[in-house]
């Protein structure tokens, strides 16, 4: 069965700096990846997704993320963030058949601190 | 284009009670799923609906159901509500293209749903 581990339930961060958002999956198929981004009291908005092709993968807000098949993960990354990054950040796979369920990640809390 | 919408966006119920939640997807997107979103389990999958039939399920008991109509609105309905219930519910709509999940899931804000 698929499986998606975030393994930092918060990440705080400097104005600025870098980050990097980890995100592991297991599947036993091939899969889709996706980052999604849900800010206070709304649903949730689509970062990036990786399909096929390129696995260097770049979404909205400056954000990118890098599948790698051989260690299974899809880690999100920002070169410098700002506040208004300051959201909870989701992980998830879905598998490459007629099915659109999406699986989930924990999610992750980015703090941004002035 | 209009996004997701999702009424009503807060209720309150007591225990024991149903509630019926509704969820207008993008216009020409045919594929509506259900999340639940809960403090304690996360993001987890309801059920999807594609051209008013079930295509897919989550592991949920029978009192979460749901359907979808013609025009590719969709309702979800929980009976004989328990505290544990409440949680923000979450519909995702999509093209739905059959034999593909390339296409992407667009999210509605969500009902937060608190049983009393």
């Known amino acids: 069965a698929q499986s998606v581990t975030q393994l930092d339930s918060q990440v705080p961060v400097f104005e600025e700096a870098p980050v990097e958002l980890r995100c592991n999956y297991s599947s036993s198929v091939s899969v889709y990846l996706f980052w999604y981004v849900q800010y206070p009291n709304q649903g949730l908005q689509l970062l990036l997704k990786?399909?096929?092709?390129?696995?260097l993968v770049k979404g909205i807000n400056g954000f990118e993320a890098e599948f790698n098949k051989s260690q299974t993960s899809f880690h999100l990354r920002k070169p410098s963030v700002h506040i208004s990054d300051t959201a909870e950040y989701f992980c998830a796979v879905t598998e490459m058949d007629s099915s659109y369920k999406l699986i989930f990640g924990s999610g992750t809390r980015l703090l941004v601190r002035p | 284009k209009a996004g997701v919408t999702q009424t009503p966006r807060y209720l309150i119920k007591t225990r024991g009670q149903q509630v019926t939640l509704s969820c207008s997807p993008i216009s020409g997107h045919r594929s509506v799923s259900w999340y639940q979103q809960t403090p304690g389990q996360g993001l987890q999958f309801l059920f999807e609906?594609?051209?008013?039939?079930?295509?897919n399920k989550g592991n949920f008991p029978g009192r979460f159901s749901g359907r979808q109509f013609s025009n590719s609105r969709s309702e979800m309905n929980v009976s004989t509500l328990e505290l544990g219930d409440s949680a923000l519910y979450l519909c995702?709509?999509?093209?739905?293209?059959?034999?593909?999940?390339?296409?992407?899931?667009?999210f509605g804000p969500g009902t937060r749903l608190l049983v009393l």
């Open positions: 995702a709509s999509g093209m739905g293209l059959a034999g593909t999940t390339q296409e992407t899931q667009y």
């Open positions: 609906y594609f051209s008013e039939t079930q295509r």
């Open positions: 990786y399909l096929s092709g390129s696995t």
